[in-house]
């Protein structure tokens, strides 16, 4: 479809967001706004708008067929737009999330509001590329505008080191991506993913090369979705960034780099389905590569994970292991595998969210991230109390204890896996499960048995934040038990354009 | 007389590559990428891709050279910064760096590339690249000025002092 009718009705929720985008930098130069002040309440009202617009704008597509826009830059199906729906929501609870938190004090508000739209914006982009031009340009985008806000904090030192960490990374991890892009590009003399499966296909190109290429494409996607070996970033970064940009960071990118790899791999590296099940393309049996992909990554960020005592840090080794569940999923190399993606990232935002929130209103209070000092909350007061439930909630979700959303999640995947016939990498995942709840359990423990030394109560959790931490753990328990709009949703979702 | 040329081009692009990465003085490093950005230059411009040169020379020879050269110049105390890790793992490194330019050298010496270019008429590219922007790539060129925006905002916001207002 050409430009003009592309522009039309399909890219509009993007098109609202580059416009909330310019209103904010708008806010940011306005005559008396002074550098000390925080989140003003007008950047955040402008933004939250501007995300319902846009949310309500994505809803609004309606799918007669899957079809390119833009010349065949992007791809307008239920997928992409699951993917972007989701990224808008974890936009919308990091704006809430950021009008009070302590990290982004004394930092520009409507600077960062507008980061927000753009990293948004980049990474909603990532869902739906089907060019590699605009994989890389949307990665970019994404990452760009990650470093800012993982070193906003100007003061801090640990923000300093975060984004610079960061940029340096990620700087390597792109520039790998787009040396294996150009390589592909030579070898399949084309940009579009659909037009690279026909030649790759059809005339197999040099099998050692494609190879390479693919690792090294592989790599810039991994840096992205944070999955070992590539993950060494994560854990230092999550520490030192504001603490509602980690939030955003451990679930949007992650997800929006999950979107980016899936559609890399189905769409470009698939040669045939047969009853929801497809085989890769003979030149590169990638299931075998992303299924001990999957099982480093899980096995890292869960062992790595029982030692930590830092909130941040914890939280970013349990995303990990996350990321490794979910890529099994991958390796699956089916519809139900991709089901289950789509489900775990429904579940992973609500549960991950959630316990990002209760860490952040303990950081607003106590000035800690320490996990020892989360002892006792049970007992201090009606907020600690309050606290301290809603994050066992989530910690036994991510866990994934039934009856809560999470153990529904890692059912899927791990029914997938099996019908994929990778009955070893079921095991791996069941052993990691076991380990990680060791060290969930472990802070719940903290929260709910052990004393604490100087008992104060918490003070009243802010309305904004009470309000959302108890949505998200109801809906963790509620998807726990009743998931059959999940997975409606769901299926409607794995339709990709090919 | 092609060898030749091709040849002085690899020698300056890699030998002053070598000096950044090697040399113990930040200015004189900061001098010498001069020769690797007119060596890429060069390179563009022999493989027939002039818009590219150019924008290569005018750019990066142009510009981010002379901003790095600035940046370099300004900074005081720039000789006296420490290494925290003096040549930590050269072990580790040169054999990995030998592997991948093994690598490299094998992947490209291959013949399996699908555009054979023997064939192209040597015209300017600049016709077919503007047609091209305005049509098939019109996302992307107009999206990266939406991330140029948001770069050269980010840079303000993290670089700016506060300053101090009077209450």
């Not at chain 1, 992205?224 to 955003?248: C, N, Q, R």
């Not at chain 1, 991958?330 to 929130?357: D, H, K, P, R, T």
């Not at chain 1, 309050?386 to 153990?407: K, N």
């Not at chain 1, 076991?434 to 003070?459: C, G, H, P, Q, W």
Request: charge should be neutral; hydrophobic fraction near 55%.
């Amino acid at each position: 479809m050409n430009n003009i009718e592309s522009l039309k009705s399909y890219f509009s929720s993007e098109i609202v967001l580059i416009l909330g985008l310019v209103v904010l930098i708008f806010l940011s130069l306005r005559r008396g706004h002074s550098d000390h002040k925080s989140m003003s309440p007008a950047s955040s009202v402008v933004s939250v708008v501007t995300l319902f617009l846009a949310i309500t704008a994505a809803l609004s597509v309606n799918f007669t067929e899957s079809q390119p826009l833009f010349h065949g830059m992007i791809a307008l199906d239920p997928f992409g737009q699951f993917f972007k729906i989701l990224i808008m929501g974890t936009t919308l609870v990091t704006v809430v999330f950021c009008t009070c938190s302590r990290d982004l004090e004394n930092t520009p508000g409507p600077e960062f509001m507008a980061f927000l739209m753009a990293l948004c914006l980049g990474l909603n982009v990532m869902c739906v590329s089907n060019n590699m031009l605009m994989m890389y340009l949307a990665v970019e985008m994404a990452s760009l505008v990650s470093y800012i806000m993982a070193g906003y904090m100007t003061e801090n030192k640990r923000s300093e080191e975060a984004g610079l960490k960061y940029v340096l990374y990620g700087g390597l991890a792109s520039g790998v991506m787009i040396f294996g892009m150009s390589l592909l590009y030579g070898l399949t003399g084309s940009l579009d993913l659909v037009s690279i499966r026909q030649v790759v296909i059809n005339n197999p190109p040099d099998q050692l090369i494609l190879f390479l290429t693919f690792i090294m494409i592989l790599t810039g996607l991994g840096y992205k979705m944070a999955i070992a070996p590539f993950h060494m970033w994560s854990p230092d970064v999550y520490e030192g960034a504001p603490l509602p940009v980690t939030a955003f960071l451990s679930v949007a990118s992650k997800a929006a780099g999950f979107a980016l790899t899936l559609r890399f791999l189905f769409v470009a590296f698939v040669a045939t389905e047969v009853e929801g099940t497809w085989s890769a393309v003979s030149a590169i049996d990638w299931q075998m590569l992303v299924a001990v992909l999957s099982a480093v990554t899980m096995t890292v960020g869960n062992v790595l994970a029982l030692q930590q005592l830092n909130i941040k840090r914890f939280l970013a080794y349990s995303s990990i292991a996350h990321a490794g569940y979910m890529l099994m999923a991958v390796a699956a190399q089916s519809g139900g595998g991709l089901e289950g993606v789509v489900f775990y990232f429904m579940v992973y935002f609500l549960m991950n969210l959630g316990a990002f929130l209760v860490a952040g209103v303990i950081l607003n209070q106590r000035h800690t991230e320490d996990m020892r000092d989360y002892k006792g909350l049970v007992r201090q007061g009606a907020s600690g109390l309050f606290l301290a439930l809603t994050l066992s909630v989530f910690l036994f979700s991510l866990t994934g204890i039934p009856p809560f959303a999470g153990f529904i999640g890692k059912w899927y995947v791990f029914k997938a896996v099996i019908n994929a016939g990778l009955l070893w990498l079921a095991v791996i995942g069941a052993l990691n499960s076991v380990i990680s709840l060791y060290f969930y359990v472990r802070l719940i423990k903290f929260m709910l048995v052990d004393s604490a030394e100087k008992n104060d109560t918490i003070e009243r959790v802010p309305l904004r934040f009470a309000s959302l931490i108890s949505i998200f753990a109801a809906l963790t328990l509620v998807f726990g038990l009743y998931f059959a709009p999940l997975v409606k949703w769901t299926q409607a979702s794995v339709v990709m354009f090919r | 007389m092609e060898t030749f040329i091709v040849s002085v081009i690899f020698i300056v692009t890699v030998g002053s590559a070598c000096i950044v990465a090697f040399s113990n003085n930040l200015v004189y490093s900061a001098f010498a990428l001069i020769g690797t950005f007119l060596g890429v230059a060069g390179t563009f411009i022999y493989l027939n891709a002039t818009f590219l040169g150019l924008v290569q020379l005018v750019v990066y020879a142009g510009g981010i050279l002379v901003l790095i050269i600035f940046a370099v110049m300004l900074t005081s105390k720039i000789n006296e910064s420490s290494r925290s890790n003096p040549g930590a793992n050269y072990k580790a490194v040169v054999p990995l760096v030998l592997l991948l330019v093994l690598l490299v050298g094998r992947i490209l010496t291959r013949d399996v590339w699908t555009k054979d270019l023997s064939g192209m008429a040597h015209e300017p590219t600049i016709t077919a690249l503007g047609n091209l922007l305005l049509t098939d790539y019109l996302l992307p060129f107009e999206l990266v000025s939406v991330v140029l925006l948001a770069a050269m905002i980010g840079a303000a916001v993290i670089s700016r002092r506060k300053v101090k207002t009077q209450e």
